[in-house]
């Protein structure tokens, strides 16, 4: 049986491997561990390529308006990108070139009959997790027994959105089995962090779209998030990402295989990563004029209002949750973006201590771990692949029999009343925004992301949240010198300090959220 699951993983990669162009084919054993600039200085690349895929979405978006570069142009500018990309650090699910170049034709000659383009987003290429469902493509959602078992009959809600607004997609990225983890690792093997491709994870559970996007093999993608995951990609590999507040992008779909979708425990959503926050308000803009809940009435009624400026914000802040110590580059970053606030003559900073961050954890770890195992551990038994380390470590804390109306009915209970805690302390204190961790530490080595908190608590709540990069970068020189973390709160604080290697992340770029 061994043998057999690794013979079917052979030809699934085999499989995204041909579709990369001949001319684009490198060999991955000859790369450095830094990898995040190869796309920047590949000759591949013709020195157009490398102009298109400096700029982000929106930039895309307004050249491609105005014909300065082709829908071709750029197309082709990403497929060479995202190929190197991913035999870089192992990003893609799928890659359809050639069905995406056929697109992009067809909107050069749209824009020749229209004098103009097809809609706001023509000819921008759209990376897809490979949870969302792309006409004709495949959904198996980190499960080898799931491959080829859900090919799309029609696009996804948002895609089509997103298609009608003139998108272009050209790939599906990595998740890790189960979706559940804050890396991306499944019968596709890691996928790794272009900042140190050898022993750092690039986060998850959107992490392929986490590291295309850093590479500049992407220049906008689609995320989703029910613990972090689209906050702790963007945080991992330096880049821009939004988690909305669930039940405002629609979710039409999105597979999860059984394991998280129909109930509502911890609410997912969708959002974009990118490289920019402009891009971030793009993206909902596109989406949220498309009126969804016109299709999906599970959804809010929420319009998209474009950003008025104040005259003064409020702004909590707290670098620590009380319960894990963040590391010396988070508390560092975290520092340097306190303190340019505090030169701000329209910002006033206030400390807010996140209450019952234990609560926030147990109820997120009971949410979802509930009745988890048994379907990881199924899908897993039928193609024969393993249960992977971080699998393991959910399956060992899940419910081993289905919750009882009752018990289910109690964490509602307790979920709700946290809520109500939490937005009372927020309007007590009297602040617009917060700034904190993304997570306890910057981009994790490999299997070890096992605290979520930073990133669950706004999950629990259902408040929305927006990873930036910071400008800085982890420094041995710097953060060696940090010693304060001499002792340990409980088991989760010492795994933490303990996982971190400050020489594997040597580089890695800081990010906090707001």
């Known amino acids: 049986m061994s043998e057999d699951w690794q013979l079917k993983v052979a030809a699934v990669k085999a499989q995204t491997q041909a579709r990369i162009p001949s001319a684009l084919r490198i060999s991955a054993t000859l790369l450095p561990s830094r990898v995040v600039d190869l796309c920047d200085e590949n000759t591949a690349l013709s020195f157009l390529d490398r102009e298109i895929i400096q700029h982000d979405a929106t930039e895309l978006r307004d050249r491609l308006a105005s014909g300065k570069y082709t829908a071709v142009q750029v197309t082709e500018a990403y497929i060479k990108s995202a190929s190197l990309a991913h035999q870089a650090v192992n990003c893609l699910t799928d890659f359809f070139p050639e069905e995406a170049l056929e697109r992009a034709k067809w909107l050069d000659e749209q824009f020749g009959i229209l004098s103009g383009p097809v809609g706001p987003l023509h000819g921008v290429p759209i990376s897809v997790k490979d949870q969302i469902d792309v006409a004709g493509k495949d959904s198996p959602a980190g499960f080898l027994s799931q491959v080829g078992k859900n ?17 272009v997609f050209y790939c599906k990225t990595t998740l890790p089995q189960a979706i559940m983890h804050l890396e991306t690792n499944s019968y596709l093997g890691p996928t790794t962090n272009p900042y140190n491709r050898n022993t750092i994870s690039a986060g998850g559970s959107s992490g392929g779209e986490g590291a295309l996007i850093a590479m500049k093999g992407s220049a ?20 821009y990402g939004f988690k909305p507040t669930a039940g405002i992008l629609p979710l039409i779909g999105f597979r999860n295989h059984g394991c998280i979708l129909g109930v509502d425990r911890i609410p997912p959503t969708q959002g974009p990563m990118g490289r920019s926050i402009r891009d971030l308000e793009l993206y909902m803009q596109v989406v949220l004029t498309a009126e969804p809940k016109r299709r999906d009435p599970s959804l809010f009624p929420f319009s998209f209002k474009p950003n008025t400026p104040q005259p003064r ?58 009745c988890l195992g048994l379907p990881i551990t199924n899908r897993c038994a039928a193609s024969g ?10 399956v060992s804390q899940a419910s081993p029999e289905p919750v009882t109306l009752q018990e289910y009915s109690a964490l509602m209970l307790r979920r709700q009343e946290l809520r109500n805690r939490v937005a009372a302390q927020w309007l007590s204190i009297g602040i617009d925004v917060l700034l904190c961790p993304a997570g306890p530490s910057v981009a994790p080595k490999l299997n070890t992301a096992r605290y979520w908190n930073y990133a669950s608590y706004w999950n629990v709540v259902n408040y929305p949240a927006m990873v930036m990069p910071t400008g800085l970068y982890v420094d041995r020189g710097i953060d060696g010198v940090d010693q304060s973390h001499t002792s340990f709160r409980n088991p989760h604080d010492k795994y933490n300090a303990e996982s971190f290697d400050l020489d594997a992340s040597e580089g890695v770029r800081v990010s906090p959220v707001f």
């Open 313 to 370: 914000i409020r702004i909590g802040w707290f670098i620590d949750d009380g319960v894990v110590t963040p590391t010396a580059p988070v508390r560092r970053g975290m520092e340097a973006a306190l303190s340019a606030l505090r030169n701000c003559s329209d910002v006033e900073l206030v400390e807010f201590l996140p209450i019952e961050p234990e609560e926030s954890w147990n109820v997120a770890a009971s949410q979802h771990q509930a």
């Open 220 to 239: 906008l993608g689609i995320g989703t998030d029910i613990g972090g995951s689209i906050r702790s990609p963007a945080s991992a590999n330096g880049i």
């Open 385 to 394: 692949e393993p249960v992977l380390d971080l699998s393991e470590w959910i």
């Open 151 to 167: 090919i799309a009959e029609q696009d996804a809600h948002v895609i089509e959105i997103l298609r009608a607004a003139g998108a």
